[in-house]
């Protein structure tokens, strides 16, 4: 069975996204870090794991949502509340996403996978309100 263009699309964005963190994280972020030190140093390593909370928990739920579709689970079961994209509270969290310190890139990051994150809740919710109601 194919995939809708949204899920294709949104899978793709989330894939993207992941290798551009991990390259960022593992080849840059260090750096940064070192250098400026101190409170931003540290906020930059919160924002960083808040950047790969909510791109691991979109891809978590897209992963699930392709079994869906897969006929590996039914929808229903998808949609169970241990099975519902999680973490919102750390995730919608942009205390610092207009910090003009942290890093050009990072800033970046953190903002396209908050937007990636709300976006996919709301398609979730869209579901839950299609199938459970």
């Given at each position: 069975m194919s995939q809708p263009a949204f899920f294709r699309r949104t899978y793709d964005e989330t894939m993207t996204l992941m290798v551009e963190a991990r390259?960022?994280?593992?080849?840059?972020e260090r750096r940064e870090r070192d250098r400026l030190g101190g409170m931003i140093g540290l906020r930059m390593s919160c924002e960083a794991m808040r950047v790969t909370s909510r791109l691991t928990q979109v891809m978590a739920w897209l992963m699930l949502q392709r079994a869906v579709q897969e006929g590996e689970i039914?929808?229903?079961?998808?949609?169970?509340?241990?099975?519902?994209?999680?973490g919102t509270e750390v995730c919608l969290d942009e205390t610092f996403s207009g910090d003009e310190t942290l890093p050009?890139?990072?800033?970046?990051?953190?903002?396209?996978s908050f937007r990636?994150?709300?976006?996919?809740?709301?398609?979730e919710e869209m579901l839950v309100q299609r199938v459970l109601h």
């Amino acid at each position: 069975m194919s995939q809708p263009a949204f899920f294709r699309r949104t899978y793709d964005e989330t894939m993207t996204l992941m290798v551009e963190a991990r390259n960022y994280l593992t080849y840059s972020e260090r750096r940064e870090r070192d250098r400026l030190g101190g409170m931003i140093g540290l906020r930059m390593s919160c924002e960083a794991m808040r950047v790969t909370s909510r791109l691991t928990q979109v891809m978590a739920w897209l992963m699930l949502q392709r079994a869906v579709q897969e006929g590996e689970i039914e929808v229903e079961d998808a949609l169970r509340d241990e099975c519902r994209l999680s973490g919102t509270e750390v995730c919608l969290d942009e205390t610092f996403s207009g910090d003009e310190t942290l890093p050009n890139h990072l800033r970046s990051l953190m903002d396209r996978s908050f937007r990636l994150y709300v976006r996919v809740a709301r398609l979730e919710e869209m579901l839950v309100q299609r199938v459970l109601h």
